[in-house]
């Protein structure tokens, strides 16, 4: 079935930091890729997302591209801030079974002044 | 701007209790989804709904159940509960179709402790 597998977490770095959370799904078929991230006391909300192969999702200084080849969607952010503290979560779309997502297992990242 | 609303931030309930677990959303979404969160296991579906009284199973449907009498909320019922469903509860929404549909609306969970 459909899987997403991110890193082994907790991931703790220094203001300014170079950030990376790896993230690889199963390739049945061509599914969209999701980031979502999860505030302390929040819940999730879309961070960004691809479509289709070499497109490449960002906002927030944040980036991930799409590679079918290696089948990853790895997040990337040039200069993490504290308030980039968060837990982020990999998801990739069902097919045709719309919104229904399949999520990684979460990655905590505390970022330190 | 509250957009998808969990009736309950924290409950503690009893082995065996009946509870009710409910969500509304104001962006008039067709579908509807209960997850469970878990450390080390990420997010699991328990149930979707795509449209008012209809209802399907996630990948963890067993000990739960459903209703959606209504477009706007959506009901997750666990009808004796056990401590393995100590957990924290989120809803979610979406549109219907189309890109839209991935981009699910969290309410803020319901973290559920059985004891």
């Known amino acids: 079935g459909d899987s997403v597998t991110q890193m082994e977490g907790p991931v703790t770095l220094s203001e300014e930091a170079f950030l990376t959370i790896n993230c690889t799904y199963t390739a049945t078929g061509y599914p969209s890729l999701f980031w979502y991230v999860q505030y302390p006391g929040e819940g999730l909300q879309l961070l960004l997302k691809?479509?289709?192969?070499?497109d490449k999702g960002s906002n927030k200084g944040f980036e991930a591209t799409y590679r079918k080849e290696t089948t990853s969607f790895h997040l990337e952010k040039g200069s993490v801030q504290v308030s980039d503290s968060a837990v982020y979560f990999c998801?990739?779309?069902?097919?045709?079974?719309?919104?229904?997502?399949?999520f990684g297992q979460g990655t905590i990242l505390t970022v330190h002044p | 701007d509250v957009k998808v609303t969990q009736s309950s931030r924290y409950l503690v309930k009893r082995t065996g209790e009946k509870v009710f677990l409910e969500c509304v959303q104001d962006?008039?979404?067709?579908?509807m989804f209960w997850y469970r969160q878990d450390p080390g296991l990420g997010l699991r579906l328990i149930y979707f709904s795509y449209d008012v009284k209809m209802k399907e199973k996630g990948d963890i449907p067993e000990g739960y159940s459903v209703s959606r009498e209504k477009k706007e909320r959506f009901s997750l019922i666990l009808e004796s509960a056990s401590t393995n469903q100590t957990s924290m509860y989120l809803c979610?929404?979406?549109?219907?179709?189309?890109?839209?549909?991935?981009?699910?609306?969290f309410g803020a969970g319901s973290r559920l402790t059985v004891l």
């Open positions: 979610a929404s979406s549109f219907a179709r189309g890109d839209g549909a991935n981009v699910l609306t």
């Open positions: 962006m008039d979404h067709e579908n």
């Open positions: 998801a990739r779309a069902g097919g045709t079974s719309y919104g229904k997502l399949t």
């Open positions: 691809a479509t289709k192969a070499d």
